[in-house]
């Protein structure tokens, strides 16, 4: 983990260096993300999440350890070395078990935590910050130190190896964006970082783990960015100037920062310069994806006069969506005439879920097929996807739809690699 430690320490020197975060586990958005590693000659950090992969398998049907084959196999294929990857895992503790008592939870959660730290992961945020049903509304600040304290604990007793790097922080957005319209993101009190720091610390040491805080090498804080289902909330430097200010005083750390999607890339690069070096990214990659594969729906429905031979993509998201509402209807409105906008189109992507059903899956590859069997006519292209004519005309890329498609989500990857690697 030197690479990822290095990084952290150049930007606490004041060196525009860091990291962002792949959160994400399509295998096409994993693939474009390794491809950019390549170009940029830097290392990979791809991060699963609790509900995405857990010791049950996560809504992706992974284990740890199948994640960390999943992606290993990815990089065998694209050649990328395994060394310059690093797996994370994102929110580890009860989030995906927050409906029952504590103690059940945190059980799960210990459980969950040893099972990345076997299967090899080596940057764990510890993020215990959510009430079980048994807790109240809010847990204690000091009660989530505890908690994380355990669960690092854990961690470090099904490792032993002793390279495990840890995020703690409990500042932290609602995974995959807010779900209520936004004006402003407070940003985080610098007192209130500086007591979970001091509290994460002290249960370090109460714990008889308080050698590993010299690699607790982050922690997660709110910048003021944030985006709901359309609209973004853009990063403010000078809302963030005491934070910039406090962390440089703080032995070893830097800031993680969540929901960045969809920023600037000159905010970008302003986040990186005040230390917020760790930025994550899904919704905007897996978005980036949709918008590549509706693109290519709409050349299908013009080069494919046969309705039947189509793939009927959009109508069949739709269709699944609405048979399965489980990871939208909490999110999005229900009803009224606009609430398929929200299912098609909105920042937080929660399409993203349901890629993996088989309907879907069907789908895709019978676009792939269609596009593949006659060539995609550049006056199409230019007109659906004009980002990917320019690079087609470059001799950048060719029109194989698949390559369509990773080059539209490198845009995104790109953004981030320029703010991260200069």
């Known amino acids: 983990m030197e690479a990822l430690k290095n990084i952290i320490n ?23 993300a390794m491809r950019q590693a390549l170009k940029h000659d830097s290392v990979l950090l791809v991060e699963a999440t609790a509900n995405q992969v857990n010791q049950f398998g996560g809504y992706t049907g992974m284990k740890p350890e199948d994640f960390v084959a999943f992606v290993h196999g990815i990089a065998n294929k694209v050649g990328l070395a395994q060394e310059r990857i690093i797996l994370g895992g994102d929110h580890l503790g009860p989030v995906c078990w927050v409906n029952e008592p504590a103690q059940q939870a945190m059980a799960k959660a210990l459980d969950l935590v040893s099972a990345y730290a076997r299967a090899g992961f080596k940057k764990i945020h510890l993020d215990a910050s959510m009430p079980c049903c048994d807790d109240g509304e809010r847990l204690a600040d000091s009660e989530i130190a505890r908690r994380a304290a355990m669960l690092c604990q854990a961690a470090e007793q099904a490792s032993k190896n002793g390279d495990i790097l840890y ?8 995974p995959g964006g807010a779900t209520e319209e936004l004006d402003v993101v407070e940003v985080s009190d610098v007192a209130g970082v ?12 109460q714990y008889g783990i308080a050698d590993v805080w010299s690699r607790v090498i982050a922690v997660v804080v709110q910048p003021g960015v944030e985006f709901d289902n359309h609209q973004v909330v853009d990063y403010q430097r000078h809302e963030a100037t005491k934070l910039k200010d406090f962390i440089t005083s703080v032995n070893n750390l830097v800031y993680e920062a969540h929901s960045t999607d ?6 970008y690069h302003e986040l990186v310069q005040d230390h917020f070096a760790i930025l994550k990214v899904g919704p905007q990659l897996t978005y980036a994806l949709r918008e590549a ?9 013009q080069m494919i006069s046969d309705t039947s031979k189509r793939s009927n993509l959009r109508a069949v998201c739709e269709q ?4 399965k509402p489980g990871y939208w209807n909490k999110f999005y409105p229900t009803t009224g005439e606009n609430a398929h906008l929200y299912r098609a189109y909105s920042y937080s992507d929660r399409i993203r879920y349901y890629w993996p059903e088989p309907a879907l899956q069907q ?21 659906f996807m004009p980002n990917q004519y320019q690079a087609y005309r470059n001799g950048e890329i060719s029109l194989a739809p698949r390559e369509l498609v990773i080059n539209k989500i490198m845009e995104v990857t790109n953004v981030y690699s320029l703010a991260c690697n200069q």
Do not use: D, K, W
Request: with cysteine; charged share 15%.
């Open 10 to 32: 150049n930007n606490r020197a004041g060196q525009q260096q860091g990291i962002y975060s792949v959160c994400c586990a399509h295998p096409l958005v994993i693939e474009a």
């Open 363 to 383: 789908a895709v590859a019978t676009l792939f097929s269609n596009l593949e069997a006659q060539t995609i006519r550049e006056t199409l292209l230019s007109q």
């Open 320 to 323: 699944v969506m609405m048979e």
């Open 293 to 301: 594969l509706f693109s290519l729906s709409y050349i299908e429905e």
């Open 194 to 205: 500086h007591q979970t720091i001091e509290l994460h610390q002290s249960a370090f040491g």
């Open 167 to 174: 995020v703690v922080g409990t500042e932290v957005p609602p």
């Open 262 to 267: 969809y920023q600037s890339s000159e905010r």
